[in-house]
C-alpha cells in the first residue's frame, strides 16, 4: 500500500476598483453689455482616487490518497491488509452509494422468419 497527504494549493485576486471624488471652485467677474457679456476668471480645484482589491488570496486544499493493491488469495508477506468488504460498505455510506441490483434475466431474442 502507498499512502500520500500533499495539498492543492490555487489563488485567487479580489477584484480592483476605483473611486474618484472632485471638488471644483470658479471665481470671476461678469460684465454685461446689453445683450452679450464678458467673463473674467479662473478655476481650481482636486480629486482624490482610491483604489481598493487586488489582494492576491492563497487557497489550501489538503487531499490525502491511498493506492491500495488486490489480491485475488490472501498473500502471506503482506503485514497491512484492507477488508474488501468493509472498504466498500465505508465508501458506500460516506458517499451515500447505492448498488444497483444486477439484472440477471436475459432479453428475448427475436428468431428472424
Do not use: W
Not at 29 to 42: K, P, V
Not at 87 to 110: C, F, N, R
Request: hydrophobic letters at 20%; charged letters at 25%; proline letters at 4%.
Amino acid at each position: 500500500m502507498d499512502s500520500q497527504n500533499t495539498e492543492k494549493t490555487s489563488y485567487y485576486q479580489t477584484p480592483v476598483q476605483a473611486h474618484t471624488t472632485g471638488n471644483v471652485n470658479t471665481f470671476g467677474t461678469l460684465n454685461s453689455y446689453g445683450s452679450y457679456g464678458t467673463y473674467r476668471g479662473s478655476s481650481y480645484g482636486s480629486a482624490t482616487t482610491t483604489v481598493t482589491g487586488g489582494q492576491i488570496n492563497t487557497i489550501r486544499k489538503p487531499r490525502s490518497s491511498n493506492t491500495i493493491i488486490c489480491f485475488k488469495d490472501k498473500p502471506k508477506d503482506v503485514q497491512f491488509i484492507f477488508d474488501a468488504e468493509f472498504v466498500k460498505e465505508s465508501i458506500q455510506s460516506k458517499y451515500e452509494l447505492h448498488e444497483e441490483a444486477e439484472d440477471t434475466e436475459q432479453s428475448p431474442v427475436e428468431e428472424a422468419e
